[in-house]
């Protein structure tokens, strides 16, 4: 087994922006004596106090001991000359992501350090192989990819080029464990991990908007409190800033050839157009002045108490939602998929297909479909669309029954797989095709997502919790309504559908 490097060895950081001050901090705290460089002496001067600041912080808070934490800062030192890391073991490059700026600084670095020294690029979307490929010993170059901010973020991809040695791999793996992080393996492909996986949750919602199946605030409600996830899509673009969250999915883009999946929205780049960059320039989906009230939710008001609640037969996905619905029989409807009718709505979860092409299917026009939800036990939002033939008064019905059942009913106008699902739906796909084009393993996919960006459980994970033939049906039906090769199903959820297998 490949161990970590001691903590006698000597770390270098290069660039002492935010990325780099934090790597600098998680190695000192690790035990490490780092050497920090940056070309900008006010940018070390600025990360040296920071990384003063943020472990006083820890002291204050307990989290830390103050012998031990003043140590650590006092083994951050500062260098204005890379020739200083001529004994370093492992030197990690957090500087601007431009190829050519990489290439040249391990270049130098090259005729600095000893042949044995790792060069590890903290890179986010770079190919470590394009990096590499111009020095003398490519094998010993890796992708020490942290999140932001690295003190806080578990999160290590640990990214192969084409040339990188299995021992360096394995190195870096085990020092980010020892450093307290959560390392993965990943092979160095556009996005890595993350950034490739991540792409529909920003994307699907977009879509969902730009057919306006609901306005951002209520898109975010239902993925925040229906969803699960910690923050809604457009919160979070706000959040990362417009210019940064385009330029990424236009790189993703780009690097897999126009592949339709990846395309950018047409919304997001009049907002960048525009400058409106989200909570750094104080507009973005949402107005970021002082005096802005931030949007609400809709939800549906206009409910009436059913006079009939019959539940279908039930099923684990959704056995939370009957639960909660309290039903006026103890008969159980026989209809396949059918949740419960009330009064004479006819409630379903979505398939992907809309809710209009669903009521002529089955020859019911009173269809209403619920968006998928991760816990409806607890959730306290729920979506709820109608097929364009459904009567207001069976509509009014649906809403009755889920606003009594504590569910804030959020409506969205009848768009193909609604918000949660058709978002869940394309990560688990995301995530399959990444296993399978052998980007990294199952488990290693699912840890990744769940530490680098905080999903409430793996995407690979929460496709078997909800059944991989209902998520393969739900992107059948996308691609069939839209016709597009966007919503094409990994041929790894075909396979493990059809094998009755699983991911992990």
Known sequence: MTQAIQTSALVGVIGAGAMGAGIAQVAALAGHTVLLHDLDAKALDKARAGIAANVQRLIDKNKLDATTGHAAVERVSIITSLADMRTATLVIEAVAERLEVKRALFAEL??????????????????????AAPLQHPSRVVGMHFFNPAPLMALVEVVRGLATSDAVAQTVHATSAAWGKKPVFAKSTPGFIVNRVARPFYAEALRVLNEQGADAASIDAVMRDSGGFRMGPFELMDLIGHDVNFAVTQSVFNAYFNDPRFTPSLIQQELVNAGFLGRKTGR????????????????????????????????????????????????????????????NAHLFLTDGRTATERAH????????LIDLALDYANARSIAL???????????????????????????????????????????????????????CTSADLDLAMEKGVNYPVGPLAWGERIGIERIHDVLLNL???????????????ASVRYSGQRFH
Request: net charge negative; aromatic share 4%; charged share 15%.
């Open 479 to 493: 691609a069939s309504h839209y016709g597009e090769d966007r919503y094409r199903a990994s041929p790894l959820i």
């Open 361 to 368: 299917a089955l020859g019911i026009d009173d269809l209403v």
């Open 385 to 439: 669309t109608r097929a364009r033939q459904c009567s207001d008064g069976a509509y009014a019905a649906a809403v009755g029954a889920l606003s009594a059942s504590g569910y804030a009913v959020v409506p969205l106008s009848d768009v193909a797989g609604m918000a949660v699902m058709r978002t869940v739906a394309m990560l688990v796909n995301e995530a399959a095709d990444a296993v399978n084009q052998g980007v």
């Open 110 to 131: 090259e005729g600095i350090v000893t042949p044995q020294c790792i060069l590890a690029t903290n890179t986010s979307s770079i190919s470590i192989t394009a990096i």
């Open 284 to 343: 973005g989906f949402y107005n970021y002045a002082a005096d802005a009230a931030k949007p609400a939710p809709r939800v549906e008001t206009h409910t009436r108490a059913p006079l009939e609640i019959v539940l279908g037969n039930d099923a684990p996905l959704y056995a939370g939602l009957q639960t909660r619905i309290a039903a006026t029989s103890e008969a159980r409807h026989a209809m396949p998929g059918l949740i419960a009718q009330i009064d």
